[in-house]
């Protein structure tokens, strides 16, 4: 099997997708920028992709990175992306790393992606620039506990008798549950038909925002909500509103809100070939995330 490089360890998906790659043979690095406080499997190594030189002892002798960095809070994310993805990208050719998994955004190339999506795709090309073979998974909203797009629906289906919402909960999406993304992440690693590929991933169904909230709360043992549609909400008014009925800062909610608009949905199935298997429905995946909840309450406590 491969030594894998996880960055992102500690992340909503690094810490799943780290004990699977380990349950799969993998000898697995878990990259951190506190190595001394991580409590996961695998090996923990200090670096941070934003230092120039700082992942080059990390990916030392790696075969495979897997890189799973972004900063939807900071208001500069293009920019810092952009440079953090220019210096993975060295330090792995560099160290002869022979493949680089990233999971990006879905959606259609064009001048109507929103900052976020535009930024997913910048970090694509970057990742690749010095000749290491990159395989791109491209995702919607990734469904799981601890999971920012499954948190903001949560907390607004359960603080709020009713909602007036922009227009853009009619726009359709492809949400994929968390397992599935780690079930994908985990086979691309070293699948020879899966080096230099863009492979698009999704549950089961397309929905619009708003038939994701009303399962939600259908499944969360909720009435269905009462929902007003307005026409014009701005992203920034949306963004504010967020930080009123939940505990997601305003910056992160305004880079997501900005790619609401734009229809997000599977239009390539090939990923079914290296990675065979049927993706959960949403339903499922929203029981599965209150399962985990409930479970990690009652850990902590």
């Known amino acids: 099997m491969s030594t894998v490089l996880v960055t992102?360890?500690?992340?909503?998906?690094?810490?799943?997708?780290?004990?699977?790659?380990?349950?799969?043979?993998?000898?697995?690095?878990?990259?951190?920028?506190s190595p001394e406080d991580y409590e996961g499997v695998g090996d923990p190594v200090g670096a941070d992709v934003d230092d120039p030189g700082s992942p080059a002892v990390a990916l030392t002798d790696v075969d495979v990175a897997v890189y799973l960095v972004h900063s939807l809070d900071d208001p500069d994310f293009e920019r810092k992306d952009a440079r953090a993805a220019r210096n993975f990208s060295r330090a792995a050719a560099d160290a002869g790393v022979r493949q680089i998994v990233y999971l990006g955004g879905l959606g259609v190339d064009g001048d109507d992606l929103s900052p976020h999506l535009r930024s997913r795709r910048e970090v694509e090309g970057l990742l690749g620039t010095d000749g290491v073979p990159v395989t791109v998974l491209r995702a919607a909203i990734v469904v799981g506990h601890g999971g920012i797009s499954?948190?903001?629906?949560?907390?607004?289906?359960?603080?709020?008798?009713?909602?007036?919402?922009?227009?853009?909960?009619h726009t359709r999406s492809q949400p994929i549950g968390i397992d599935d993304v780690v079930r994908y992440l985990a086979g691309v690693v070293e699948h020879e038909e899966a080096l230099g590929r863009v492979f698009e991933i999704g549950?089961?169904?397309?929905?619009?925002?708003?038939?994701?909230?009303?399962?939600?709360?259908?499944?969360?043992?909720?009435?269905?909500?009462?929902?007003?549609?307005?026409?014009?909400?701005?992203?920034?008014?949306?963004?504010?509103?967020?930080?009123?009925?939940t505990d997601v800062d305003a910056t992160t909610g305004r880079n997501l809100i900005d790619s609401m608009s734009t229809e997000v949905v599977v239009t390539d199935t090939s990923i079914h070939d290296?990675?065979?298997?049927?993706?959960?429905?949403?339903?499922?995946?929203?029981?599965?995330?209150?399962?985990?909840?409930?479970k990690s309450a009652e850990d902590r406590g």
């Open 274 to 294: 290296p990675v065979p298997g049927e993706p959960m429905t949403y339903a499922e995946c929203v029981r599965r995330a209150l399962a985990d909840r409930k």
């Open 150 to 169: 499954r948190e903001i629906t949560r907390q607004l289906v359960k603080n709020l008798p009713a909602m007036v919402v922009p227009k853009w909960v």
């Open 203 to 245: 549950g089961p169904e397309q929905l619009t925002y708003l038939e994701m909230m009303q399962v939600a709360s259908e499944v969360s043992g909720g009435r269905r909500l009462p929902i007003v549609t307005v026409p014009v909400l701005t992203p920034r008014l949306s963004s504010y509103w967020l930080a009123l009925v």
């Open 8 to 33: 992102g360890a500690t992340g909503f998906v690094g810490r799943r997708l780290v004990p699977a790659l380990t349950d799969a043979g993998h000898e697995v690095r878990a990259m951190t920028r």
